[in-house]
Nanobody, 123 residues
Framework: QVQLVESGGGLVQAGGSLRLSCAAS????????MGWFRQAPGKEREFVAAISWSGGRTAYADSVEGRFTISRDNAKNTVYLQMNTLKPEDTAVYYC????????????????WGQGTQVTVSS
């Protein structure tokens, strides 16, 4: 079992950057595939990025490709989401997810979730 705690959200102007962190508990963090999702008010939760257990494979939503970078540090039990060139449409609550068997874009297939961190991008 793993517990996830996101941090790093906040208010930023369009064009700015933020780095989100997701700290995981447990000694087997390196076994988990990790993902980032986001949910804007009135919208469904949507996929942002995912990373394999080793960090060797990554995947991104088309809407963030080239602007966001997912990475992980297994020694620190932490996964990151570096967000550059932020746009107002990136405003959402960002959630970290984890699963031992699945990594990809389908939220319901992840077994563990954090509580979320708010990102607000002003125009």
């Amino acid at each position: 079992q793993v517990q996830l705690v996101e941090s790093g959200g906040g208010l930023v102007q369009a064009g700015g950057s933020l780095r989100l962190s997701c700290a995981a508990s447990g000694r087997t963090f390196s076994s988990y595939k990790m993902g980032w999702f986001r949910q804007a008010p009135g919208k469904e939760r949507e996929f942002v990025a995912a990373i394999s257990w080793s960090g060797g494979r990554t995947a991104y939503a088309d809407s963030v490709e080239g602007r966001f970078t997912i990475s992980r540090d297994n020694a620190k039990n932490t996964v990151y989401l570096q967000m550059n060139t932020l746009k107002p449409e990136d405003t959402a609550v960002y959630y970290c997810s984890a699963d031992l068997n699945y990594w990809g874009a389908t939220a319901r297939l992840y077994g563990y979730w954090g509580q979320g961190t708010q990102v607000t991008v002003s125009s």
